[in-house]
Nanobody, 120 residues
Framework: QVQLVESGGGLVQAGGSLRLSCAASGSIFTINPMGWYRQAPGKQRELVATVNSGSRTNYADSVKGRFTISRDNAKNTVYLQMNSLKPEDTAVYYC??????????????WGQGTLVTVSS
């Protein structure tokens, strides 16, 4: 079984910064990719950013230049540095990982979500 545990959400003023972390644990062989998604109230879940095992990144247009995704393969951890936050960034942020497990092959895993609130 694989689990993702997120941390780092909270309340911040517009223009501020937050850093999210997501650590994977369990029967992990390798993880590819890792990423962050978000869901605002009344909206569908959307991609924020992903990073593969070779550190190739992909960003939603709405966060390019403001957010940076990175990963520590040794720690099975992915980070999301969010700068110049806007009220429209307010959402529950979910960690996502494609995990090659030692027991059950490939599984897609989601974290429990962490709330980011940006006040104007």
């Amino acid at each position: 079984q694989v689990q993702l545990v997120e941390s780092g959400g909270g309340l911040v003023q517009a223009g501020g910064s937050l850093r999210l972390s997501c650590a994977a644990s369990g029967s992990i062989f390798t993880i590819n990719p890792m990423g962050w998604y978000r869901q605002a109230p009344g909206k569908q879940r959307e991609l924020v950013a992903t990073v593969n095992s070779g550190s190739r990144t992909n960003y939603a247009d709405s966060v390019k230049g403001r957010f940076t995704i990175s990963r520590d393969n040794a720690k099975n951890t992915v980070y999301l540095q969010m700068n110049s936050l806007k009220p429209e960034d307010t959402a529950v942020y979910y960690c996502n990982a494609g995990v090659f497990t030692t027991e059950r092959g490939y599984v897609e895993v989601w974290g429990q979500g962490t709330l980011v609130t940006v006040s104007s």
